[in-house]
């Protein structure tokens, strides 16, 4: 009993220090200015490290062309041009601002003529909650087959959900984001993610061995397993920390739905009926091999880069359906009066965009991300380790570069060409190298300020707690990132200690064992 007692309080005070902790980082993460002028604060460092990088000659040889990158100073006469006349182009060619603009104009339909309020009615009850964090996570985890439309749909979603079933929505808003971003390389399907890496692992592979061939399945059986495995650890996450931390919510939202009225009933039924011939439309695009959403070769290209417009398509017939039969909307100017008021939310999304899009141009114009990417490469590379904590290191050192240079394919495709031949003259494969990069560029998703769906995802917490800061997000998502962190990088040992296939046609060791 004694012992008991004594691994309780101890439970109690590690639980204390925890939370101290997080209380900690959200003080002084809320201490930073507005995310707005963040951002541009966040622009103006980056002139002025291009200026001292350039002036001290910084620069990297390219792994993969053997081409010198130097440090540009965007405060000489071409750079300073370049600020001015392309700060329009910067904002307007910002490919988060056309995906969220796009995808909201199906969605605020959804929403504002009453079937999202309808659908939750209809999931709550009867559902347990528990249940509801789970499929929560889960979805989020596979959002990334609808490439970024996860972020602009299932986060607030999310929030409304939760808030549908009594529950605090920030607490739905962080899980959702959890599953969306920090386990975006994870899913039971392939995405468009799968053949895009794996041709840049097979390019890096060839580097070595010319007739090397990497398939786009090369991670499937391991991603699957990594699905499952980080819905469980974001829901013990939400469950055990996230949502006692944050308690319940005080704020003027919805926090209980009622039962469904007979109006809403017809248009649930009109809304599925809509959503079933949009099913059958799809498929009859992409299934046939000569479909319409298929490229000369057979591939999905068109349907993935069409993804954004057929989400809005997706969600504005059903919501005009559900309204038509509900009698939520009369006629076509109740529809775009419905637009418009979706669109008139976003103003400060908006605006934290055009800030955002004008740091991110910088940082790629300076190279500064590039020449990190190849000192972190080189670093890894001259710490002379082997074997699992070799690729440990791996996960960590691209977890780190992560943080300040979000794209996926423009990490792997400068740091593939050092570390892939690099492993495989060591022993190990590409696909294995390729899941360990995968690990390391996902979990770290949800803690950057430079991920740039972050201002999407604070417009969208600003709407149940309008004071919510930088920080209080951090400090929710930083849980998320190191049980992610921690879980998923076991299961890559386990994976490596028993041998087990990392996918179809793909190998753990080089030159492959044959089975």
């Known amino acids: 009993m004694a012992d008991d007692k004594s691994n309780k309080i101890s439970s109690t005070k590690r639980a204390g220090l925890l939370l101290r902790a997080l209380d900690l980082v959200e003080r002084w993460g809320n201490r930073l200015p507005h995310p707005f002028t963040l951002f541009v604060l966040f622009s103006l460092g980056v002139l002025v490290l291009s200026w001292i990088a350039s002036s001290l000659g910084l620069s990297a040889i390219h792994p993969g062309t053997g081409k010198t990158i130097a440090a540009a100073n965007l405060l000489d006469r071409q750079g300073i041009q370049n600020v001015i006349t392309k700060a329009v182009g910067n904002f307007t060619g910002f490919a988060p601002l056309g995906t969220v603009l796009v ?27 528990w249940l509801m964090t789970s499929a929560l996570v889960f979805a989020g985890v596979n959002a990334s087959i609808a490439v970024d439309a996860g972020y602009v749909i299932l986060i607030p979603l999310g929030a409304v959900l939760f808030a549908g079933i009594g529950r605090n929505p920030i607490v739905g808003l962080a899980a959702a984001f959890a599953g969306v971003s920090g386990g975006f390389s994870a899913n039971i399907f392939l995405t468009a993610l799968d053949p895009l890496l794996a041709g840049l692992t097979q390019e890096a592979a060839r580097l070595y061995d010319p007739n090397y061939t990497v398939p786009v399945t090369a991670n499937y059986y391991f991603m699957i397993a990594s699905t499952f495995l980080l819905t469980l650890i974001g829901v013990w996450v939400t469950a055990r920390i996230v949502e006692p931390r944050l308690g319940p919510y005080t704020g003027k939202g919805e926090k209980s739905l ?35 959403l298929r490229d000369a070769k057979g591939g999905l290209e068109p349907f993935f880069q069409g993804m954004v417009i057929l989400m809005a398509i997706g969600f504005l017939l059903p919501g005009l359906a559900y309204g038509l039969a509900a009698g939520t909307i009369k006629n076509d100017r109740d529809t775009g009066k419905m637009i418009e008021e979706t669109m008139s939310t976003m103003g400060s999304y908006i605006a934290l965009a055009f800030a955002a899009s004008q740091f991110v141009a910088y940082f790629g114009w300076s190279n500064l991300g590039l020449i990190l990417a190849v000192v972190g490469a080189d670093f890894l590379k001259a710490t002379g380790l082997s074997g699992i904590p070799l690729i440990l290191l791996f996960i960590f050192v691209c977890a780190l570069i992560d943080l ?35 690990i390391g560029d996902s979990f770290t998703n949800i803690i950057t300020p430079l991920m740039p769906y972050m201002p999407l ?58 089975r």
């Open 404 to 438: 300040f240079l979000a794209s996926a394919s423009a990490k792997w495709a400068v740091i593939g060409p050092v570390f892939v031949p690099m492993l495989m003259i060591m022993g190990y494969s590409p696909e294995l190298t390729q899941a360990a990069y995968r």
């Open 258 to 292: 009622e039962r469904l009225r007979s109006e809403e009933k017809r248009g649930l039924i009109a809304a599925g009926i809509t959503i079933g011939v949009e099913t059958v439309l799809l498929l009859i695009l992409i299934l046939p091999a000569n479909g319409l």
């Open 103 to 129: 995808a909201m104009i199906g969605v605020g339909v959804a929403e504002r003529s009453g079937l999202f309020s309808a659908t939750l009615k209809a999931l709550v009850a009867g559902v347990p909650s």
């Open 457 to 514: 995802v604070i417009a969208f917490a600003q709407k149940y707690e309008p004071k919510i800061g930088l920080g209080t997000l951090l400090a929710m998502m930083l849980p998320y990132s190191v049980a992610f962190a921690i879980g998923w990088t076991l299961l890559l040992a386990i994976w490596l200690i028993f041998g087990i296939p990392l996918g179809p046609g793909a190998s753990l060791t080089y030159p492959p064992v044959p």
